[in-house]
């Protein structure tokens, strides 16, 4: 594989590892207790 530069090509791009996890903890924490939350109420309501 060449990592020669090409003209008019865009720079590849880079994503922090710690960014990228924060992100993710900021969707899926709230997802997760929101899924408990329903799945415990389901069972409420049908148990």
Not at 13 to 30: E, N, Q
Request: no cysteine; net charge positive.
């Amino acid at each position: 594989m060449s990592t020669a530069h090409t003209p008019g090509a865009q720079p590849p791009v880079t994503a922090s590892t710690g960014k990228l996890a924060v992100a993710w903890a900021l969707v899926g924490v709230p997802l997760a207790y929101g899924v408990y939350e329903t799945l415990t109420r389901v069972a409420a309501l049908f148990g």
